[in-house]
């Protein structure tokens, strides 16, 4: 999963957008769902195809946007659409349609693939299912899901009644966070001198990472996060931004990965938050804003202060 690879072909952007999908042209959006029809039926559904959602004779519903954003990113183009979608129904109908993970699972086995996500909050749903769940920074929610074989389930607070403590629940869950492996981790230097670490992976978990932010960086770097903290940014969920705050390249540090959340959280599946945030002793402090077409870097008088010292300190 590298930060740099020849984008797929698609459809000039001067044809006219999909209406729910504006990533994919009018034709590309019909035969998306197109395919997306073929795959429910070859399991035997006939579906109805809405703009961002399919639903089965049964009322069920599916929603389409992350789907759609993966067939959009993939960079072998159009030709994957069939495969990744037909795969994609297969494991939504097996998990929906075969047992249950908390009634065939011990409480053990449930412990083991237990993990906080972090998610966008606009993409929970209305009800209090997760009001359990912290809140990292503004407009994000920490929750705890089930990696399992085939899916990530999040856990809503009726699940989680008769699994115990949810306070020990998220320790056994942080526990499990800092024991993933790294899967893929670039330095993203630019022109200007500055420079930002990328941590990539398949997880779900991955951008959740920055929970656990300390020992992240420390395991990556060899060095250990300053009274100052560091820059972060998690744009979609198999991606995970920081800089370690240590000196003046901040400033064009902040610049830099404003972009880089900005450009990595449009389209994506699984997506986050375009915003860079300041990381302090687990706290995250907005940064960066979307503006319009652009971005509005916006910092308080402490981060300010901060920068002061920082380029008074520089030789």
Known sequence: MGLFRRGPKRDPRELARDEEFSFFSEREGRVFRSEVRQAFAERGLEVTAYAGAVTDSGGRQFGLGNLAAVCHRDRRGERSWPMLIRDHVG????????????????????????YPRI??????????????????????????????????????????????????????????????????????????GSAFEVLLGDSFFTASRVLVLDDLVKRL?????????????????????????????VIPALQAMAQFAAAGHEDAAGAISPRVFWWRRGMMTPLSEPDGDGLRVVVDMEFQDMLERLVQDEP
């Open 91 to 114: 494991k939504v109908l097996r998990t929906m349609d075969g047992p249950q993970p908390l009634e065939i699972l011990s409480h053990d086995e449930i412990r083991a693939c237990l």
């Open 221 to 249: 770097t060899g060095t250990a996060l300053t009274r100052d903290g560091a820059l972060v940014a998690l744009p979609f969920r198999h991606q995970l931004a920081f800089h370690r705050i240590h000196d003046a390249q």
């Open 119 to 192: 998610v966008a909050q606009e993409t929970l749903p209305a009800s209090d299912s997760f009001h359990y769940g912290h809140e990292p920074a503004p407009g994000l929610c920490e929750v705890l899901a089930l990696d399992l074989p085939e899916a990530v389930q999040m856990l809503s607070a009726d699940s989680l009644a008769d699994l115990g403590d949810v306070a020990e629940l998220r320790i056994r869950a942080m526990n499990n966070l800092r024991a993933l492996p790294v899967e893929g981790h670039e330095t993203v230097r630019r022109g200007d």
